[in-house]
């Protein structure tokens, strides 16, 4: 029988479910059978491309803590991923398949639970960040992975540094393939993350000529795979590291216009190594000077292939992990008689990696950086505000000085120096709201990391205590 391989992807944006699609066709071109999970925001390009998938629960800590609310992401995020665990390990137990190609860390860890052979796919290694504690999420994910993982396979467009982990296969980007180029191809394809919006930008590129698609656009149905049109295109403009695979294996030339931390990350490493192919454009009118003059474009080939040919030629070796097992009993049903708190008490990781992730999420020296960014643009509208005043003042000035003279002169130096105080006084507010809350968010950031270290050095000594002693149990029983 052909080798049945299990692939899932993670639940937030649909760029995790396009990257694992593309294993997935890999592996069934080399004669393997694939069964899909993950649900969440890439369902819908799973079944476009003709697959029927497993949902677990979805986790999705970004969204969660959009509220800025730590408490929401403890009582939400934190059980919901116990929950994904569970119902991973419960899948895996009843459709036994020969191995698990990942980029959930929680299918990861439930295939550790289970027995399965694991390998990973993750581009977002420690050295990427600059805070301390997303550095640390980041480094403990990847650390139990590398520990766990038949292969870590790790996609980049940039060269080889000192901050990639040893244990770690460098592969080339990772995107769903797609036959030839679309007809009409637009000059700009304008891909938005789940977490953006380039909506404007879009508008103001057509506003300048530009023939443009924002597959964010309320009659743009989703395709199967948008590599065609990337083809096609002049430029992509995007903000998420997936958009950028694509547009490398393309071969069109791209803008990064990053958003969140680790899209920032992604585009300040594209900076760092000047990687050809792509331009990174921190403001707005910086992607329209950069699509009206880009880059040139990208060469690569696709990863995808190089995954799915060392999955299957490892599985065509006799399998060392295939044991005799019962016939388990139907997937939800052991869904259902799981329980997470179950898998809290019986698994200690668990927690510390919930913990670690939900840290990671809701990085205090964040709050710092928003806060900031918000006082300087009160600062940049206060001091509009005051020149607009002042500007006003010395109009009324000049009328007055026409028909009033000595009078007109004292009316226009007072609203002058009205409209000079007004955006002195703004400037030295929103400075100081900004030093403050970078010395909070600094401060809070560094308690944080205390604790999440303290938490992973203690998760680790109870699962190597459990594993030394027999005593972890397993979760889901057939």
């Known amino acids: 029988m052909p080798p049945t391989v299990a692939v899932a992807h993670y639940p937030e944006g649909a760029g995790h479910a396009t990257r694992m699609l593309a294993i997935a066709n890999a592996i069934e071109r080399r004669g393997g059978t694939v069964r899909m999970a993950g649900g969440g925001a890439g369902t819908e390009f799973v079944a476009l491309n003709g697959y029927d998938e497993f949902e677990p629960t979805t986790v999705d800590f970004i969204d969660t803590y959009q509220g800025e609310s730590v408490w929401q992401t403890a009582s939400r995020s934190l059980p919901a991923s ?14 036994e398949p020969d191995a698990l190609v990942t980029d959930d860390m929680f299918a990861a860890m439930a295939a550790s639970r289970c027995d399965v052979p694991l390998y990973v796919l993750k581009h977002d290694m420690p050295g990427l960040y600059h805070d301390r504690l997303e550095r640390a999420g980041a480094g403990f994910h990847t650390l139990f992975q590398l520990s766990t993982a ?20 460098r592969i080339p980007p990772v ?7 679309v007809e009409d191809a637009p000059d700009v394809v304008v891909v938005p993350s789940h977490y953006s919006s380039l909506s404007r930008i879009a508008e103001h590129l057509r506003r300048q000529g530009y023939d443009v698609l924002d597959v964010a656009d309320d009659d743009w149905d989703p395709v199967p795979t948008l590599l065609p049109y990337l083809r096609g295109a002049d430029v992509v403009v995007c903000s998420g590291y997936s958009t950028i695979m694509d547009a490398a294996v393309a071969g069109t030339s791209c803008v990064v216009h990053p958003e969140t931390d680790e899209q920032a990350a992604v585009a300040d490493w594209l900076e760092r190594y000047d990687v050809e192919g792509f331009t990174v454009a921190d403001q707005p009118i910086d992607v329209l000077d950069a699509v009206a003059h880009p880059p040139d474009a990208p060469e690569f080939e696709n990863g995808a292939e190089f995954i799915a040919n060392t999955v299957m030629t490892d599985l065509r070796d006799p399998d060392p992990y295939a044991e005799p097992s019962e016939t388990p009993a139907s997937t939800e049903e052991n869904v259902e008689r799981s329980s997470p708190v179950g898998s809290l008490v019986a698994i200690p990781t668990l927690t510390v990696v919930g913990a670690t992730t939900a840290a990671t999420a809701v990085a205090p020296s964040r709050i710092g950086r928003r806060l900031g960014r918000a006082a300087a643009r009160i600062a940049g509208f206060a001091r509009g505000g005051g020149r607009r005043l002042l500007g006003g003042a010395k ?5 007055l000085r026409a028909g009033a003279g000595g009078a007109g002169r004292r009316v226009a130096e007072g609203a002058s120096q009205s409209g000079r105080g007004v955006a002195d006084a703004a400037t030295r507010a929103s400075a100081s709201v900004a030093s403050g809350a ?39 029983k057939s």
């Open 82 to 95: 116990m929950s994904r665990i569970v119902e991973y390990q419960a899948w895996l137990t009843a459709t």
């Open 150 to 169: 038949e292969e870590f396979f790790y996609p980049v467009v940039w060269p080889a540094s000192g901050v990639d982990p040893e244990a770690a296969t």
């Open 175 to 181: 995107a769903l393939n797609g036959d030839g180029t």
């Open 438 to 476: 970078r010395y909070v968010g600094g401060r809070t950031s560094d308690g944080v990391v205390g604790a999440a270290s303290e938490l992973a050095s203690t998760g680790h000594g109870l699962v190597e205590r459990s594993r030394n002693l027999s005593l972890v149990p397993s979760v889901v």
């Open 395 to 399: 109009w009324r000035g000049s009328r």
